[in-house]
């Protein structure tokens, strides 16, 4: 079992700036693919980004991309989500997963994670 704390959410007006980390704990050892999806009132929850376990490999979702880098220290057994030039579109409930790492994965379907934190509001006015 994984067991997954996300922190750092709150309120940024557009155009400012916010970090986002989640800390596994438990049973770290296995190389975890990690996510961060978003789910805003009344929509579905969305892929951000997600990161391989090497960190070498990272994926952003369009709406995200050039504005907000995701990171890991796995040291710390730390992911975290940076977030620049916020929107206020960009208001949802902030959750981080980890999953298995598979050859080929892309890690942008809540699917392929096995295990989820309790999620950070984000919440940025205009």
């Known amino acids: 079992q994984v067991q997954l704390v996300g922190s750092g959410g709150g309120l940024a007006q557009a155009g400012g700036s916010l970090r986002l980390s989640c800390a596994a704990s438990?049973?770290?050892?296995?190389?975890?693919?990690m996510g961060w999806f978003r789910q805003a009132p009344g929509k579905e929850r969305e892929f951000v980004a997600a990161?391989?376990?090497?960190?070498?490999?990272?994926y952003y979702a369009d709406s995200v991309k050039g504005r907000f880098t995701i990171s890991r220290d796995n040291a710390a057994n730390t992911v975290y989500l940076q977030m620049k030039s916020l929107r206020p579109e960009d208001t949802a409930v902030y959750y981080c997963?980890?999953?298995?790492?598979?050859?080929?994965?892309?890690?942008?379907?809540?699917?392929?994670?096995?295990?989820w934190g309790q999620g950070a509001q984000v919440t940025v006015s205009s």
């Open positions: 990161i391989s376990w090497s960190g070498g490999s990272r």
């Open positions: 438990g049973r770290t050892v296995s190389p975890y693919a």
């Open positions: 997963a980890a999953g298995n790492e598979y050859f080929g994965g892309t890690y942008s379907r809540p699917y392929e994670y096995n295990y």
